[in-house]
Structure formats: structure tokens, C-alpha cells
């Protein structure tokens, strides 16, 4: 750590296990600074009693009561594996009775198609039974508002990143 000016942590469990290692060594011109991460919970919170997400829900998953939905956020480039969660989708979906399994969505908030990514709808029409399998794109960029509504359509987030900077 002594070539470090600061160490940023993004959880207090990490700045915690630093300053227990650097405690018989402190150096008084360094820190380790806990920088929280995640959502803003004045932008991204439980959307309660509001005709605005139900219109939204409608128009983003259609009519169709699903009973699970995965959301998939992330840009369409090779390194955020879009095509292996679509592989995963396929594979746990299998595991499931045919039944419950078409009342899963997998709801991709992404290109469909990228010069640096793939050809998605390929993907899952290469790897996907459209009726047990069930995968769905936004259409639209989102301000925070509706972002917030998205996330609340779905009951999980699926992120398959590798090769991140940070």
C-alpha cells in the first residue's frame, strides 16, 4: 500500500480489513476512504400505488402476468456476455416445469444489435423455444424516472460482466 496516495474502498468491510493491516504501519499522509456505491435512493426506490408504472409495465412486459422477471441493463459490447445470460436464461429456465417456465421473462435493456457486441436476436433465436423461453428488449432510452420503473418490473438483476476497469 506504501506506493498508494489513497486507497478508495467500496465496501467498509474492505476499509475495515486495510486500516487492520496498516495499523502498526499508518502512514499519516495516506488514507483509506469508504466511497459508497450503488443506487440513489431519492431516483431508485419501490414504486408504490402509481398509474404511471402500471402504464409503464404494460407497455414494457405487454399484457402477459409473468410470475418472474430477470432485467438485464448493460450496453451490448462482447465483455458484458449478454449472450452467456441468454444461455443462462435458456438453462434455468429448463430446469423449471414447461408451465412455470413460460411465466418467466428475461427483459434485456440493451442494443439489440451492435457493431461491438452481438447480434443478439441471433443469439436467441439460435438458443431460445419462444414460447419457454421468453426474451424481451426495451425500445427506448429511459431518464430516471423510468429507469426507476424498469427496475421495478423486474424481481432480479443479471450481470455477467468481465475484464471491468474498476
Known sequence: YSSDDMLLCISKQTKNLVENVLKDNPKPDWAVK???HGIEPTKF????NDFG?????EKTLG????????????RNIRRKNTSDIILSWRTFLDQLPKEKAKKCLLLLHTDKVCEHGTHLPNVIKALCDPEIHKVK??????DDKHMNYLYNCSDAHMFFTDNEGW
Do not use: A, R
Not at 408504472?53 to 409495465?57: L, P, Q
Not at 399484457?63 to 430477470?70: I, W
Open 34 to 36: 469508504y466511497v459508497p
Open 45 to 48: 426506490y419501490p414504486v408504490i
Open 53 to 57: 408504472f402500471e402504464v409503464f409495465k
Open 63 to 74: 399484457k402477459e402476468d409473468y410470475n418472474f422477471v430477470v432485467l438485464h441493463n448493460s
Open 137 to 142: 428488449f426495451t425500445e427506448s432510452k429511459f
